[in-house]
C-alpha cells in the first residue's frame, strides 16, 4: 500500500499546503503590504533623477534649493522603504518558519501513523526526505523565491506605470523588446530544470557508490573487490561533474540574455527617445529616467529561470508532504473513543481472520483460535507459511481484511494504541537500537524507568554478567543502530528494552536467534514470567521452543492446520510431524 | 567550529583556494579573464550611456538637432559593450563552474580511494555517517568559494576601472562613489560574519533533524510495538523548533541587512546628485557626466556584494578541507607482502597466539588453534566471546595486536594483495549486498558463467526464489538488498562465497535467517560438494557443530577448550552448558514446575 496522493493542480496543491499550515496566514496582509511599500523604493532614483534634470537644472542653471529638497524627500523615501524592507523580511521569516515547522513535525508524526506495509513500501530514505528536503525547498521558495515573484512582479509594475506617465511610446517600445524573452524564459526553464533533474540523479547514484565503499567495507576487503568498487565510484562522480557543468553551461548562456536585450531597449530608447524629444512628446529628464527605469527590468528577468525552478520544486515538494498526510493511515488508532483496558492477565481471539497483501494472494486464512492468560504458545511454520502475519495482526501492526482479534472481548481496532501497545509488545528479529548508551534503549522500554530499576531487570534477565563486562557497563555508547555491538548483543538489548515494558503479552519473532544456547534458555525463562501471569507467544525457530510451550500453533500455506501439546502433536500424522522430524535430523545427524 | 571569519581563517582559506588555482590554471585563467572583460564593460557600460546622454540626447533637446552619426555610435557603443559585458559573464559563470566541479569531483575520487585503501580497523574507528558526509558534503564546502571567486577579481576590476573613471569625470563625485563603495563593502563583511555562524548553525540543525527522522523511520518497528510515536514526534519536534528558531535568527539578519544594501547605493545615487548639481552649477561637470557616474553608481551596488559572498563561504571550505584533508592524510594502510600461498587445494590454516583490542579493550587474548588442510572446525562460544572478530582475522580484514595468523603456512602479512580473497571466503554474520544484480552480487568482479553463478546458487538453496523473481539473475536487490528478506540475503551471500570455489570457507553463523531445514540442506551440499575446502564455522545449532571434526571453544576472548564435540562435551563444563542448554532446560522446568506444585500444595 504506497503513500497515496491526491491528484492536483499546482494552485490547488500550494492552497492545500498553506491550509494545513494558519501560522502562514497569520498577518499575511501585512506581510504583502510591506513588501509593496519596500518595492516602490526601486523606483525612487529613476524619479529623482527625472527632477533633476528636467526641473532641477532646466535651461543650464541648477536649481539647488529645488534639488536639495527633492534628494531630502527622496533620502526620507528609501529610508522608510528599507525599513518597510526590514519589517517585511522578518514577518516572512517568522511565519514561514513557524508554519513549515508544524509541516515538517505534522509529516513526521503521519509517517509514524501510517501502518507498517505502507512504511514498507517506500524507500527510508525517500519518506526522510518528505520531512527534510521536501519541506526546506518549500522554506527556500517561500523565503527567497515566491518573494521574489511578489517584488519582481511589483517592481514591473511600478516601473512601467511610471514609464507610462512619462511616454506610452517608449513604454511600448521596451515591452516590445522583453516579451519574445518572457515568452522564451519558460522554455529556457524547462531546460534548466531537465538539467538539474539530471544532475540530482547523478548526484544520487554518486552518493550511492560513495557509501557503497564506507557500508560494505568489510564485504568489499574480505573479497578484494575495491577494483570493482572504485571503477564504480570514478565513472559515477564524473558523471555528476559532467552533469552539473552542464546545467551551469545553460545557466552561463541564459543569464546574460536579459543585458542584451536590455542594451537593445536602451539603444533604442536613445534612438525612438531623441525623436520624441524633437516633436516635444518627453522631456530629456524623462528620456534619461527611462534609461534607470529599464534597469528594473533586468534584475526580475534574469534571476525568473532560477525562481520559475523554484516554484516548481516547491509544489513538487508541497506534493510529495501532501502525499504523507493525504494517505490515511490504515492502521488507525481509535484514540479517545477507544478502549482502555486494564492491566492483567490477557485472552487473545482470532475468530475467522483472513488477511491479503493489496492486490496479492492470500497469506492468511480462516484462522481462529484462542490463546488463554498465562499461556506459553509457540507458532511454527515453513517460510511463507503466514506466522509473520499471524504476529503482526495480533500486535495490531496490521488489520485484518475480514475476521476480528479480540483482547478481553475487545475487537483490536476499538482499543487505544497506548493501552494496547502497554499490553502487547513484540520483539522483531532484528534487534534495532538507537545511537545512544545502553540505558538510553532499555530505558526506552518505559521511559520512567529509574537505573536501578534497569539494573534490577538486567539481573532478572541474567544479563547483569555481560552488561559489567562492557567497557562502560550501562553508560556503553552502542552507536548507530546498535552497530558496535553483535548481532547477539543487539537483541539482548532489544529484549531489555521489552522485558522493561513488562507487558501482558509478549510476542518474539526469532527475537534470540543470534543469542548463544544457554543465554537462549535463560532469557526464554525470565521472559516467560510464568509467576507474573504473562502470555508469551513465540515465532520458533528451535524445536526446544516447542517442546516447552503448552500450545503449538501450525501454519502452512496461511492456514491454521495443527494445534495442541508438542507431545500430542508429534505423534499425529501431519504437517508438524515433518517439521519435528527434519528438526531431529538437523540436530542429531 | 571555525565559523567566524577571523585573520587565521582567512588565510587558511586563501591557501585553499590557492591550491584550487594551481590545480586547474588555464581554466582558472580564462574565468578570471572573462571576469574581468565583464568588470571592464560595466563600468563601459555606464560610460556609454554618459556618453549618448551627452553627445546624442541633450544636443537634441537643447539644439534640436541631431546628427545620425551620433545617434549611429551611440547605438552602437551601448549594445558593443553590452554584448562584451555578456560574453564576460556566460565565460566567467561557465568556467568558474568548471573549476569548481572539477575539484570537487577530484576531492571526491581521492577521499573514496582513501576509503578503500585504509585498513578496515580505520572505518571502525570513524562513524560511517561522518564518513560519507566527508565525501559530499565537506568536497562541496571546501570548493564553494571557487562560484564567486572569479566574479570577485572581476569585481575588483570593475571597482579600479570605476575609480579611475569617476576621478577623470570629477573628483568630487570620485569622493563620493570612495565614501559609499568601501561602506557597501564593510556593511556586506559585517553581514556575511554575522550570517555566518547563524547559518552555520542551521545547517548542522537541518542535518541533526534528517538524522533524527532517518533513525526513527529506521526504527519505526520497534517505535510502533512499544507504542512510542509520541515520545518520537517530541524528540523532532524539539529539534524541528530548534531549527525553526535558528532559521528565524538568519532571517533577522538577512531582514536587516539586505534592505541596507540596497538603500545605502541609492542614497549614493542621491548624494551624486545634491553633489553633481553643485559642480553642474560651478561648471566643473556637464550633464552627460551625471547621469553616468549615477548610472555607475546603479550597476555597481550589486556585483561588489561578491566580495562578501567569497568571504563568507571562506570559513565553511576551511572546515569542509580540513575534513577532507583529515582522511587523505590518514596513514596505517594495510601493507601487502608479495608471496602467494602453496594454493595447493585445500589450504591450511593456524592461528598462533593472535590478540586483538577494539581501542583500550581486549577482545582476544593469546588464541591459538590449526586447521589442517581438508577439516572442519567450529569455532562456539557465549554471545560477545569474540568469535565475529575472530573470523575478521581470519581473511586479514584486520591485523592482530600480537601473533600472527597462518595461510598455507605464510604469515597473512606476507601475502600479495588479493591473494587471500582468491584462497579464502568470509561470509560474514551481517549480510551485505550491494545495489546490483543478483548475478553482480555473487560474482562481484569475477568473471564467471551463469552456470556456475546458478550451481553456487542452488548450493546455497537460493536457485529456487531468484529463478522465482522477476529478472531471475539480472534482478536489482535494491540499496543494501532491502527487496530480499534477511535468510534471502544470507543466501545470496553464501553464493558469493561458494561461486569463489575457496580454499578456505568461514562461516561467521551465515545461516541465522534461515529456516533450519533449508540450513540443513545447505550444510549438507557444502560437505559434499565436489570442491574440497578447508572449513571454520561460528555455530551454536548442533546440526552445524555435529558437522565439525574438531570444536574450539572460545570464552572471553580466549580459547577455553579444543576438541571434538564428545571430547569437549565430557571434560568441559562452558560447553556442556551452553551446547546441551535446551536438553538440560527441559529438566530443570519440569523440576521448577515440581516444586511450583509443591508451594501451590504447601
Same mark, same amino acid.
Given at each position: 500500500?504506497?503513500?497515496?496522493?491526491?491528484?492536483?493542480?499546482?494552485?490547488?496543491?500550494?492552497?492545500?499546503?498553506?491550509?494545513?499550515?494558519?501560522?502562514?496566514?497569520?498577518?499575511?496582509?501585512?506581510?504583502?503590504?510591506?513588501?509593496?511599500?519596500?518595492?516602490?523604493?526601486?523606483?525612487?532614483?529613476?524619479?529623482?533623477?527625472?527632477?533633476?534634470?528636467?526641473?532641477?537644472?532646466?535651461?543650464?542653471?541648477?536649481?539647488?534649493?529645488?534639488?536639495?529638497?527633492?534628494?531630502?524627500?527622496?533620502?526620507?523615501?528609501?529610508?522608510?522603504?528599507?525599513?518597510?524592507?526590514?519589517?517585511?523580511?522578518?514577518?516572512?521569516?517568522?511565519?514561514?518558519?513557524?508554519?513549515?515547522?508544524?509541516?515538517?513535525?505534522?509529516?513526521?508524526?503521519?509517517?509514524?501513523?501510517?501502518?507498517?506495509? %505502507?512504511?514498507?513500501?517506500?524507500?527510508?530514505?525517500?519518506?526522510?526526505?518528505?520531512? %527534510?528536503?521536501?519541506?526546506?525547498?518549500?522554506?527556500?521558495?517561500?523565503?527567497?523565491?515566491?518573494?521574489?515573484?511578489?517584488?519582481?512582479?511589483?517592481?514591473?509594475?511600478?516601473?512601467?506605470?511610471?514609464?507610462?506617465?512619462?511616454?506610452?511610446?517608449?513604454?511600448?517600445?521596451?515591452?516590445?523588446?522583453?516579451?519574445?524573452?518572457?515568452?522564451?524564459?519558460?522554455?529556457?526553464?524547462?531546460?534548466?530544470?531537465?538539467?538539474?533533474?539530471?544532475?540530482?540523479?547523478?548526484?544520487?547514484?554518486?552518493?550511492?557508490?560513495?557509501?557503497?565503499?564506507?557500508?560494505?567495507?568489510?564485504?568489499?576487503?574480505?573479497?578484494?573487490?575495491?577494483?570493482?568498487?572504485?571503477?564504480?565510484?570514478?565513472?559515477?562522480?564524473?558523471?555528476?561533474?559532467?552533469?552539473?557543468?552542464?546545467?551551469?553551461?545553460?545557466?552561463?548562456?541564459?543569464?546574460?540574455?536579459?543585458?542584451?536585450?536590455?542594451?537593445?531597449?536602451?539603444?533604442?530608447?536613445?534612438?525612438?527617445?531623441?525623436?520624441?524629444?524633437?516633436?516635444?512628446?518627453?522631456?530629456?529628464?524623462?528620456?534619461?529616467?527611462?534609461?534607470?527605469?529599464?534597469?528594473?527590468?533586468?534584475?526580475?528577468?534574469?534571476?525568473?529561470?532560477?525562481?520559475?525552478?523554484?516554484?516548481?520544486?516547491?509544489?513538487?515538494?508541497?506534493?510529495?508532504?501532501?502525499?504523507?498526510?493525504?494517505?490515511?493511515?490504515?492502521?488507525?488508532?481509535?484514540?479517545?473513543?477507544?478502549?482502555?483496558?486494564?492491566?492483567?492477565?490477557?485472552?487473545?481471539?482470532?475468530?475467522?481472520?483472513?488477511?491479503?497483501?493489496?492486490?496479492?494472494?492470500?497469506?492468511?486464512?480462516?484462522?481462529?483460535?484462542?490463546?488463554?492468560?498465562?499461556?506459553?504458545?509457540?507458532?511454527?511454520?515453513?517460510?511463507?507459511?503466514?506466522?509473520?502475519?499471524?504476529?503482526?495482526?495480533?500486535?495490531?501492526?496490521?488489520?485484518?481484511?475480514?475476521?476480528?482479534?479480540?483482547?478481553?472481548?475487545?475487537?483490536?481496532?476499538?482499543?487505544?494504541?497506548?493501552?494496547?501497545?502497554?499490553?502487547?509488545?513484540?520483539?522483531?528479529?532484528?534487534?534495532?537500537?538507537?545511537?545512544?548508551?545502553?540505558?538510553?534503549?532499555?530505558?526506552?522500554?518505559?521511559?520512567?524507568?529509574?537505573?536501578?530499576?534497569?539494573?534490577?531487570?538486567?539481573?532478572?534477565?541474567?544479563?547483569?554478567?555481560?552488561?559489567?563486562?562492557?567497557?562502560?557497563?550501562?553508560?556503553?555508547?552502542?552507536?548507530?543502530?546498535?552497530?558496535?555491538?553483535?548481532?547477539?548483543?543487539?537483541?539482548?538489548?532489544?529484549?531489555?528494552?521489552?522485558?522493561?515494558?513488562?507487558?501482558?503479552?509478549?510476542?518474539?519473532?526469532?527475537?534470540?536467534?543470534?543469542?548463544?544456547?544457554?543465554?537462549?534458555?535463560?532469557?526464554?525463562?525470565?521472559?516467560?514470567?510464568?509467576?507474573?501471569?504473562? %502470555?508469551?507467544?513465540?515465532?520458533?525457530?528451535?524445536?526446544?521452543?516447542?517442546?516447552?510451550?503448552?500450545?503449538?500453533?501450525?501454519?502452512?500455506?496461511?492456514?491454521?492446520?495443527?494445534?495442541?501439546?508438542?507431545?500430542?502433536?508429534?505423534?499425529?500424522?501431519?504437517?508438524?510431524?515433518?517439521?519435528?522430524?527434519?528438526?531431529?535430523?538437523?540436530?542429531?545427524? | 567550529?571555525?565559523?567566524?571569519? =577571523?585573520?587565521?581563517?582567512?588565510?587558511?582559506?586563501?591557501?585553499?583556494?590557492?591550491?584550487?588555482?594551481? =590545480? !586547474?590554471?588555464?581554466?582558472?585563467?580564462?574565468?578570471?579573464?572573462?571576469?574581468?572583460?565583464?568588470?571592464?564593460?560595466?563600468?563601459?557600460?555606464?560610460?556609454?550611456?554618459?556618453?549618448?546622454?551627452?553627445?546624442?540626447?541633450?544636443?537634441?533637446?537643447?539644439?534640436?538637432?541631431?546628427?545620425?552619426?551620433?545617434?549611429?555610435?551611440?547605438?552602437?557603443?551601448?549594445?558593443?559593450?553590452?554584448?562584451?559585458?555578456?560574453?564576460?559573464?556566460?565565460?566567467?559563470?561557465?568556467?568558474?563552474?568548471?573549476?569548481?566541479?572539477?575539484?570537487?569531483?577530484?576531492?571526491?575520487? &581521492?577521499?573514496?580511494?582513501?576509503?578503500?585503501?585504509?585498513? $578496515?580497523?580505520?572505518?571502525?574507528?570513524?562513524?560511517?555517517?561522518?564518513?560519507?558526509?566527508?565525501?559530499?558534503?565537506?568536497?562541496?564546502?571546501?570548493?564553494?568559494?571557487?562560484?564567486?571567486?572569479?566574479?570577485?577579481?572581476?569585481?575588483?576590476?570593475?571597482?579600479?576601472?570605476?575609480?579611475?573613471?569617476?576621478?577623470?569625470?570629477?573628483?568630487? $563625485? @570620485?569622493?563620493?562613489?570612495?565614501?559609499?563603495?568601501?561602506?557597501?563593502?564593510?556593511?556586506?563583511?559585517?553581514?556575511?560574519?554575522?550570517?555566518?555562524?547563524? @547559518? =552555520?548553525?542551521?545547517?548542522?540543525?537541518?542535518?541533526?533533524?534528517?538524522?533524527?527522522?532517518? !533513525?526513527?523511520?529506521?526504527?519505526?518497528?520497534?517505535?510502533?510495538?512499544?507504542?512510542?510515536?509520541?515520545?518520537?514526534?517530541?524528540?523532532?519536534?524539539?529539534?524541528?523548533?530548534?531549527?525553526?528558531?535558528?532559521?528565524?535568527?538568519?532571517?533577522?539578519?538577512?531582514? #536587516?541587512?539586505?534592505?541596507?544594501?540596497?538603500?545605502?547605493?541609492?542614497?549614493?545615487?542621491?548624494?551624486?546628485?545634491?553633489?553633481?548639481?553643485?559642480?553642474?552649477?560651478?561648471?566643473?561637470?556637464?550633464?552627460?557626466?551625471?547621469?553616468?557616474?549615477?548610472?555607475?553608481?546603479?550597476?555597481?551596488?550589486?556585483?561588489?556584494?561578491?566580495?562578501?559572498?567569497?568571504?563568507?563561504?571562506?570559513?565553511?571550505?576551511?572546515?569542509?578541507?580540513?575534513?577532507?584533508?583529515?582522511?587523505?592524510?590518514?596513514?596505517?594502510?594495510?601493507?601487502?607482502?608479495?608471496?602467494?600461498?602453496?594454493?595447493?587445494?585445500?589450504?591450511?590454516?593456524?592461528?598462533?597466539?593472535?590478540?586483538?583490542?577494539?581501542?583500550?579493550?581486549?577482545? #582476544?587474548?593469546?588464541?591459538?588453534? &590449526?586447521?589442517?588442510?581438508?577439516?572442519?572446525?567450529?569455532?562456539?562460544?557465549?554471545?560477545?566471546?569474540?568469535?565475529?572478530?575472530?573470523?575478521?582475522?581470519?581473511?586479514?580484514?584486520?591485523?592482530?595486536?600480537?601473533?600472527?595468523?597462518?595461510?598455507?603456512?605464510?604469515?597473512?602479512?606476507?601475502?600479495?594483495?588479493?591473494?587471500?580473497?582468491?584462497?579464502?571466503?568470509?561470509?560474514?554474520?551481517?549480510?551485505?549486498?550491494?545495489? &546490483?544484480?543478483?548475478?553482480?552480487?555473487? +560474482?562481484?568482479?569475477?568473471?564467471?558463467?551463469?552456470?556456475?553463478?546458478?550451481?553456487?546458487?542452488?548450493?546455497?538453496? +537460493? &536457485?529456487?526464489?531468484?529463478?522465482?523473481?522477476?529478472?531471475? #539473475?539480472?534482478?536489482?536487490?535494491?540499496?543494501?538488498?532491502?527487496?530480499?528478506?534477511?535468510?534471502?540475503?544470507?543466501?545470496?551471500?553464501?553464493?558469493?562465497?561458494?561461486?569463489?570455489?575457496?580454499? #578456505?570457507?568461514?562461516?561467521?553463523?551465515?545461516?541465522?535467517?534461515?529456516?533450519?531445514?533449508?540450513? +540443513?540442506?545447505?550444510?549438507?551440499?557444502?560437505?559434499?560438494?565436489?570442491?574440497?575446502?578447508? =572449513?571454520?564455522?561460528?555455530?551454536?545449532?548442533?546440526?552445524?557443530?555435529?558437522?565439525?571434526?574438531?570444536?574450539?571453544?572460545?570464552?572471553?576472548?580466549?580459547?577455553?577448550?579444543?576438541?571434538?564435540?564428545?571430547? $569437549?562435551?565430557?571434560?568441559?563444563?562452558?560447553?556442556?552448558?551452553?551446547?546441551?542448554?535446551?536438553?538440560?532446560?527441559?529438566?530443570?522446568?519440569?523440576?521448577?514446575?515440581?516444586? !511450583?506444585?509443591?508451594?501451590?500444595?504447601?
Amino acid at each position: 500500500m504506497a503513500l497515496q496522493g491526491v491528484e492536483r493542480t499546482a494552485l490547488a496543491t500550494v492552497r492545500r499546503g498553506l491550509s494545513l499550515t494558519p501560522e502562514f496566514r497569520n498577518g499575511l496582509i501585512g506581510t504583502m503590504a510591506l513588501a509593496v511599500v519596500a518595492t516602490v523604493g526601486k523606483i525612487i532614483v529613476p524619479i529623482a533623477v527625472q527632477q533633476t534634470i528636467d526641473t532641477g537644472i532646466k535651461g543650464g542653471k541648477p536649481d539647488l534649493s529645488y534639488i536639495f529638497g527633492a534628494v531630502a524627500i527622496c533620502a526620507v523615501a528609501v529610508i522608510l522603504t528599507a525599513l518597510a524592507g526590514y519589517l517585511m523580511n522578518v514577518r516572512l521569516y517568522k511565519s514561514t518558519e513557524s508554519s513549515l515547522a508544524t509541516l515538517r513535525v505534522r509529516g513526521f508524526r503521519h509517517v509514524h501513523d501510517l501502518s507498517v506495509l %505502507t512504511q514498507n513500501t517506500e524507500r527510508r530514505g525517500a519518506l526522510v526526505s518528505r520531512v %527534510t528536503n521536501d519541506v526546506d525547498q518549500i522554506s527556500t521558495f517561500m523565503q527567497w523565491g515566491g518573494l521574489m515573484i511578489i517584488v519582481a512582479l511589483g517592481q514591473l509594475l511600478v516601473a512601467t506605470v511610471l514609464m507610462f506617465i512619462y511616454s506610452w511610446q517608449l513604454t511600448l517600445l521596451v515591452w516590445i523588446c522583453f516579451i519574445p524573452l518572457m515568452i522564451a524564459l519558460p522554455r529556457f526553464q524547462r531546460l534548466l530544470s531537465r538539467a538539474y533533474t539530471i544532475v540530482r540523479e547523478r548526484t544520487g547514484d554518486m552518493l550511492a557508490a560513495v557509501s557503497e565503499s564506507v557500508v560494505g567495507a568489510a564485504v568489499i576487503r574480505a573479497y578484494a573487490a575495491e577494483g570493482r568498487t572504485a571503477e564504480r565510484v570514478d565513472t559515477s562522480v564524473d558523471a555528476n561533474r559532467s552533469a552539473q557543468i552542464r546545467a551551469q553551461t545553460i545557466v552561463g548562456f541564459v543569464f546574460p540574455l536579459t543585458e542584451i536585450v536590455a542594451a537593445l531597449a536602451i539603444a533604442g530608447i536613445v534612438l525612438l527617445g531623441v525623436q520624441l524629444g524633437l516633436s516635444g512628446g518627453i522631456s530629456a529628464g524623462k528620456l534619461v529616467a527611462f534609461l534607470f527605469l529599464v534597469t528594473l527590468f533586468v534584475s526580475p528577468l534574469q534571476i525568473a529561470t532560477e525562481v520559475l525552478n523554484e516554484a516548481q520544486n516547491a509544489v513538487a515538494g508541497w506534493r510529495r508532504i501532501l502525499g504523507v498526510l493525504d494517505t490515511p493511515p490504515d492502521v488507525a488508532d481509535p484514540g479517545e473513543k477507544g478502549a482502555e483496558l486494564p492491566r492483567g492477565p490477557i485472552s487473545v481471539k482470532f475468530e475467522d481472520v483472513h488477511f491479503a497483501y493489496p492486490g496479492g494472494e492470500p497469506v492468511l486464512q480462516e484462522v481462529t483460535v484462542e490463546i488463554p492468560p498465562r499461556s506459553r504458545v509457540a507458532i511454527v511454520g515453513e517460510t511463507g507459511s503466514g506466522k509473520t502475519t499471524f504476529a503482526k495482526l495480533l500486535t495490531r501492526l496490521m488489520d485484518p481484511a475480514a475476521g476480528r482479534v479480540t483482547i478481553d472481548g475487545h475487537d483490536l481496532r476499538e482499543i487505544r494504541f497506548s493501552s494496547l501497545r502497554e499490553r502487547i509488545v513484540m520483539v522483531p528479529q532484528d534487534g534495532f537500537l538507537f545511537d545512544g548508551t545502553l540505558a538510553d534503549n532499555i530505558r526506552y522500554g518505559r521511559p520512567s524507568a529509574t537505573d536501578a530499576e534497569i539494573s534490577l531487570a538486567l539481573t532478572e534477565l541474567g544479563l547483569a554478567d555481560w552488561v559489567d563486562g562492557l567497557p562502560a557497563a550501562l553508560d556503553t555508547p552502542v552507536g548507530q543502530r546498535g552497530e558496535s555491538l553483535s548481532a547477539g548483543e543487539r537483541q539482548l538489548v532489544a529484549l531489555a528494552r521489552a522485558y522493561l515494558a513488562d507487558p501482558d503479552l509478549l510476542l518474539l519473532d526469532e527475537a534470540t536467534s543470534a543469542v548463544d544456547p544457554a543465554t537462549e534458555v535463560r532469557l526464554a525463562r525470565a521472559l516467560e514470567g510464568v509467576t507474573r501471569g504473562r %502470555t508469551a507467544v513465540s515465532i520458533a525457530h528451535r524445536l526446544s521452543t516447542a517442546e516447552n510451550a503448552d500450545e503449538v500453533l501450525v501454519f502452512d500455506a496461511g492456514r491454521l492446520v495443527q494445534r495442541g501439546a508438542h507431545a500430542d502433536l508429534v505423534r499425529e500424522e501431519g504437517v508438524y510431524a515433518g517439521l519435528h522430524a527434519s528438526w531431529i535430523s538437523a540436530a542429531h545427524s | 567550529m571555525a565559523s567566524k571569519v =577571523t585573520s587565521a581563517v582567512m588565510r587558511q582559506g586563501l591557501g585553499v583556494l590557492g591550491v584550487a588555482i594551481r =590545480t !586547474e590554471k588555464a581554466v582558472f585563467a580564462i574565468a578570471v579573464l572573462a571576469s574581468g572583460l565583464y568588470g571592464g564593460m560595466t563600468v563601459a557600460s555606464a560610460w556609454a550611456l554618459g556618453w549618448a546622454t551627452e553627445n546624442a540626447v541633450l544636443p537634441a533637446f537643447e539644439k534640436g538637432d541631431i546628427t545620425s552619426g551620433v545617434l549611429w555610435s551611440a547605438t552602437l557603443l551601448i549594445m558593443g559593450t553590452a554584448l562584451l559585458k555578456s560574453i564576460g559573464v556566460a565565460g566567467r559563470r561557465i568556467f568558474a563552474g568548471v573549476v569548481q566541479y572539477r575539484m570537487q569531483a577530484r576531492s571526491r575520487r &581521492d577521499v573514496t580511494k582513501q576509503y578503500l585503501r585504509l585498513p $578496515l580497523s580505520w572505518h571502525h574507528q570513524h562513524p560511517t555517517g561522518q564518513l560519507l558526509s566527508n565525501a559530499s558534503a565537506d568536497a562541496e564546502a571546501a570548493w564553494a568559494p571557487l562560484a564567486p571567486l572569479p566574479m570577485a577579481v572581476g569585481v575588483i576590476v570593475m571597482l579600479i576601472t570605476a575609480a579611475i573613471a569617476m576621478v577623470f569625470t570629477d573628483p568630487a $563625485l @570620485a569622493l563620493v562613489g570612495f565614501l559609499i563603495f568601501p561602506a557597501i563593502a564593510v556593511l556586506n563583511l559585517i553581514y556575511q560574519r554575522k550570517l555566518s555562524p547563524l @547559518a =552555520t548553525r542551521a545547517q548542522q540543525l537541518r542535518a541533526e533533524v534528517s538524522e533524527i527522522a532517518h !533513525e526513527s523511520f529506521d526504527g519505526a518497528l520497534v517505535v510502533k510495538t512499544l507504542g512510542r510515536e509520541a515520545l518520537e514526534t517530541e524528540r523532532f519536534q524539539r529539534r524541528a523548533h530548534e531549527l525553526r528558531d535558528a532559521n528565524i535568527a538568519v532571517g533577522r539578519v538577512r531582514g #536587516l541587512f539586505d534592505p541596507m544594501l540596497e538603500a545605502l547605493p541609492t542614497l549614493g545615487v542621491l548624494i551624486v546628485l545634491a553633489v553633481g548639481a553643485m559642480r553642474l552649477s560651478s561648471g566643473s561637470i556637464n550633464s552627460g557626466e551625471l547621469v553616468q557616474v549615477a548610472y555607475l553608481f546603479t550597476l555597481l551596488s550589486f556585483p561588489i556584494r561578491a566580495l562578501g559572498w567569497v568571504l563568507a563561504e571562506l570559513p565553511r571550505s576551511v572546515v569542509g578541507w580540513t575534513r577532507v584533508q583529515a582522511v587523505l592524510d590518514a596513514s596505517g594502510s594495510m601493507e601487502y607482502g608479495s608471496a602467494e600461498p602453496a594454493g595447493t587445494r585445500p589450504a591450511s590454516l593456524q592461528v598462533d597466539d593472535v590478540s586483538y583490542a577494539y581501542g583500550d579493550s581486549e577482545v #582476544l587474548h593469546g588464541v591459538s588453534f &590449526d586447521v589442517a588442510a581438508g577439516r572442519t572446525v567450529a569455532l562456539v562460544g557465549p554471545t560477545g566471546s569474540g568469535k565475529s572478530t575472530l573470523t575478521q582475522l581470519l581473511v586479514r580484514l584486520v591485523d592482530p595486536a600480537a601473533g600472527e595468523v597462518r595461510l598455507d603456512g605464510e604469515d597473512l602479512r606476507e601475502l600479495a594483495y588479493g591473494a587471500i580473497a582468491r584462497s579464502a571466503a568470509l561470509v560474514p554474520q551481517q549480510t551485505f549486498l550491494f545495489d &546490483d544484480t543478483v548475478r553482480g552480487n555473487v +560474482a562481484l568482479g569475477l568473471d564467471v558463467t551463469d552456470e556456475e553463478v546458478w550451481a553456487a546458487l542452488r548450493l546455497a538453496q +537460493a &536457485d529456487g526464489f531468484v529463478a522465482r523473481l522477476a529478472d531471475g #539473475l539480472d534482478t536489482r536487490v535494491g540499496e543494501r538488498g532491502t527487496t530480499l528478506s534477511g535468510g534471502q540475503r544470507q543466501r545470496v551471500a553464501l553464493a558469493r562465497a561458494i561461486v569463489r570455489r575457496p580454499r #578456505l570457507l568461514i562461516l561467521d553463523d551465515a545461516t541465522s535467517s534461515v529456516d533450519p531445514q533449508v540450513e +540443513a540442506k545447505i550444510l549438507y551440499g557444502l560437505r559434499d560438494s565436489a570442491e574440497s575446502s578447508t =572449513t571454520v564455522v561460528v555455530a551454536y545449532r548442533m546440526a552445524t557443530i555435529a558437522l565439525a571434526d574438531e570444536v574450539v571453544f572460545l570464552e572471553r576472548g580466549r580459547v577455553a577448550d579444543r576438541g571434538t564435540h564428545e571430547e $569437549l562435551l565430557a571434560r568441559c563444563e562452558g560447553y556442556r552448558n551452553l551446547v546441551t542448554a535446551y536438553e538440560r532446560e527441559e529438566s530443570e522446568r519440569a523440576a521448577i514446575e515440581a516444586d !511450583e506444585q509443591e508451594g501451590v500444595s504447601a
